[in-house]
């Protein structure tokens, strides 16, 4: 990789924050630039198939930042398969849709019927990820104590971790 290119890079993927120190003696002025873990622009849609919590390696991420024990990972990480399965399908439905709005605009005459069947797809689609986040944050809920659940409550206000 170009070495020009990577300051580029790590704002675009990383999310860079700023903050701008004092200067030396000589008056230049240092920057320091915190990193954090955010979604990339692709995940903004709930039906995008991009990290299942808005991370790059939200087991390892979630382990580390609450303390999980190794029987709490386990079970994290059979939690988040699932959520990883989900959003697959739904970017498969997703798909489906947007070929079904393509066929409905590409007849001679609006055919309403498949417009319909595509936004029901969606819809449908929807409703199974909302069900899937929702049973995924129940079990995550069960497996953590009470200070985990504080500090994943926190990791979730701040938009660390996006769900």
């Known amino acids: 990789m170009y070495p020009g290119f990577i300051p580029h ?13 004092g200067g030396d003696e000589a008056g230049r002025r240092f920057r320091r630039e915190a ?29 580390y930042k609450l303390g999980l024990a190794e029987e709490q990972v386990t079970e994290l990480a059979r939690i988040l398969d699932e959520i990883k399965t989900e959003r697959a399908q739904a970017a498969v439905d997703h798909r489906r849709a947007i070929s079904t709005f393509a066929e409905a605009i590409e007849a ?22 909302r069900g899937a986040v929702v049973t995924a944050l129940g079990r995550l809920h069960r497996i953590l104590d009470a200070e985990q659940r504080a500090r994943l409550a926190y990791l979730i206000r701040s938009g660390t971790l996006s769900i």
């Open 9 to 21: 890079w790590k704002r675009s993927r990383c999310g860079e924050t700023h903050i701008w120190l």
């Open 108 to 129: 001679e005459s609006f055919d309403e019927v498949k417009a319909n069947g595509g936004a029901s797809i969606r819809v449908q689609s929807a409703d199974r990820l």
């Open 35 to 63: 990193w954090e873990y955010r979604a990339s622009d692709e995940d903004a849609s709930p039906l995008s198939p991009g990290g299942s919590f808005g991370v790059r390696r939200p087991l390892r991420f979630l382990a």
